[in-house]
């Protein structure tokens, strides 16, 4: 079946220190939407991307879609103790109807 | 923060037994979700719903059902409680007006003694 692979599983960074969180798809992706779930939290949407090569910003987080449209990335500028949780990336193949293929998660911890 | 509930948000209960888990969302949002999730761990999707009167499995098989009888309504039983049930259940909707960005409830952390 259809997947989402993301890595790392773990992340463990220094306060200030960036952080990058990576997926891929076997196949090409309609569109590509990230998540964050705090420890003990359910997950909140962060953004969508939809279109090849499209790149986002949100203060310091920075999404990329790629031009294939199967592989996505979410880099985080100068980590702070408030960016600790599990990030996850989740595919949609099927266009607005489809239902999302979640990837692993990256457990980001940040050391003061 | 979007309007989506769940009850109850914790829940022991000894094997054997039926629960029920309630969720709903005030949104008006077609399209609903369940996902099981274990502690840090990946979301597996276990039903999903398009509207009234529909329900689909998902991805994981699971031992649960679910009905969709009200659009802000999709509760989930287990008709016989077991230990492997235990794990956080997540509720979700999504809406086209919103690129269908799922808006999760708050969870149901399950145990079973």
């Known amino acids: 079946g259809q997947q989402v692979m993301q890595i790392p599983q773990y992340q463990h960074v220094q306060e200030g220190e960036d952080f990058t969180t990576y997926c891929n798809s076997s196949?090409?992706?309609?569109?590509i939407q990230w998540y964050k779930q705090r420890p003990g939290g359910h997950p909140v949407f962060l953004i969508q991307?939809?279109?090849?090569?499209e790149v986002k910003k949100q203060k310091r987080l920075t999404f990329q879609f790629g031009e294939a449209k199967k592989n996505s990335s979410l880099h985080i500028t100068a980590t702070q103790t408030t960016d600790v949780g599990t990030y996850f990336c989740?595919?949609?193949?099927?266009?607005?109807?489809?239902?999302?293929?979640f990837g692993k998660g990256t457990k980001l911890s940040v050391k003061p | 923060e979007a309007d989506i509930y769940q009850t109850p948000r914790y829940l022991v209960i000894g094997t054997g037994k039926k629960i029920t888990l309630e969720c709903s969302q005030t949104?008006?949002?077609?399209?609903m979700y369940w996902y099981q999730q274990d502690p840090g761990m990946e979301l597996h999707l276990i039903h999903y719903?398009?509207?009234?009167?529909?329900?689909e499995k998902g991805d994981l098989s699971s031992e649960s059902t679910v009905s969709r009888i009200r659009t802000e309504h999709f509760p989930l039983t287990l008709e016989s409680a077991r230990p492997s049930h235990t794990s956080q259940y997540l509720c979700?909707?999504?809406?086209?007006?919103?690129?269908?960005?799922?808006?999760f409830g708050p969870g149901t952390r399950l145990t079973v003694t």
């Open positions: 979700a909707s999504s809406s086209p007006g919103r690129s269908y960005e799922q808006y």
């Open positions: 196949t090409t992706l309609s569109n």
């Open positions: 991307l939809v279109k090849s090569g």
């Open positions: 989740a595919g949609n193949y099927g266009g607005s109807q489809g239902n999302l293929i």
């Open positions: 949104m008006g949002h077609d399209k």
């Open positions: 719903s398009y509207g009234v009167n529909s329900t």
